[in-house]
């Protein structure tokens, strides 16, 4: 009897261990989720009134920045016969706005200028982003 005692009580040890260790399993996983939960918050919370810092955070990415005189179609054979002092002909005609794209885009229109003996464009009109999406769609 006292062995059945013994290993009734055994049982019973081994049942609360085993339920004691479920529960501290269960309050260890709700309080990660509490702490994942806080996080996620905290991160929209930021995300309403901070575009200043949303800003910054995109202000040191390159991008490459191009001018267009003109664009031409040419066939391989003149192409391959250009020389030293060959011209060119350009669709873009003397005194019309020049076209800068930012990676691609067409963002602006501008005159060229010539500062310390170096090129540079004065910007004449900014392409609104309506109007670089009206431009895509047609």
């Known amino acids: 009897m006292a062995d059945e005692n013994e290993a ?3 049982a019973e040890d081994d049942w609360g261990a085993a339920i004691a260790e479920q529960a501290e399993a269960e309050a260890a996983a709700q309080k990660k989720q509490q ?3 806080s996080v996620f918050k905290d991160l ?3 995300t309403k ?9 995109i202000l040191d990415i ?3 920045l191009t001018v267009e005189l003109g664009r031409t179609k040419i066939a391989i054979k003149n192409l391959l016969q ?3 002092g060959s011209v060119v002909e350009l669709d873009g005609m003397a005194g019309e706005p020049m076209d800068v794209l930012v990676n691609g885009c067409l963002i602006a229109q501008g005159e060229v200028v010539v500062v310390n003996d170096k090129f540079g464009i004065r ?5 609104t982003p309506s109007e670089r999406i009206r431009k895509l769609n047609k």
Do not use: K
């Open 8 to 10: 009734q009580s055994t």
């Open 82 to 84: 250009l020389a030293q």
């Open 35 to 37: 702490e994942a939960a």
């Open 62 to 64: 390159p991008v490459q």
């Open 123 to 127: 910007l004449t009109d900014i392409i």
């Open 44 to 46: 929209a919370a930021g």
């Open 49 to 57: 009134g901070e575009t200043h810092n949303d800003i910054d955070f």
